[in-house]
């Protein structure tokens, strides 16, 4: 996983700096959420590791998923992917355009995981305490798990905020070890 997401990340700088340049996030975010879904697909995995397989075929068969979003800069993208044999990357580097859109929006994307369910109003107060300490938007989403027995885990990016019981008692157990 490591080795994809470093080898991903100058494809998706690439990607985001051509968007930005040209204007066309939105696009370029579309086309490659679809392309991710065509690497996605086992039918279609194993048409574009197969060796026999010419790069135009490959290109025929995004163009018939995108259509009108295969525009000709996503096409030469396509292309340089399959010319160094990374098109296996594009969900990778569809995640970190992502990533450096939400950044460059002053948006933040943050996972919570809660011990127990949270209402609108806890999300709202949550998300807004946690604007305050990133200093950005907040895109949060959230899921549930019992296993932490109180509070809550806030994963945003590579930071992660361990406020459960769980972690604690964790904590506290390997200072009185120590």
Not at 133 to 161: C, K, N, P, Q, S
Request: proline share 3%; hydrophobic share 45%; glycine share 6%.
């Amino acid at each position: 996983m490591l080795a994809e997401t470093t080898l991903a990340r100058p494809y998706a700088r690439a990607a985001f700096d051509l968007a930005e340049k040209n204007d066309a996030l939105d696009t370029w975010r579309s086309a490659l959420a679809l392309a991710t879904e065509v690497v996605e697909t086992d039918s279609a995995s194993r048409v574009i590791r197969h060796p026999k397989i010419e790069s135009e075929q490959i290109i025929s068969l995004f163009g018939d998923v995108l259509g009108e979003q295969l525009t000709a800069p996503f096409k030469h993208f396509l292309q340089v992917l399959m010319h160094y044999r990374r098109l296996p990357l594009v969900p990778e580097i569809y995640a970190q355009f992502e990533t450096l859109r939400r950044a460059s929006e002053q948006r933040l994307k943050v996972h919570v995981t809660s011990a127990i369910e949270l209402d609108s109003g806890q999300r709202d107060q949550l998300a807004a305490s946690l604007q305050k300490r990133f200093g950005a938007e907040i895109d949060m989403d959230t899921d549930v798990d019992a296993e932490l027995l109180g509070g809550l885990v806030v994963r945003a990016g590579d930071r992660v905020i361990d406020a459960s019981l769980r972690g604690r008692l964790e904590q506290l157990g390997r200072q009185l070890v120590r």
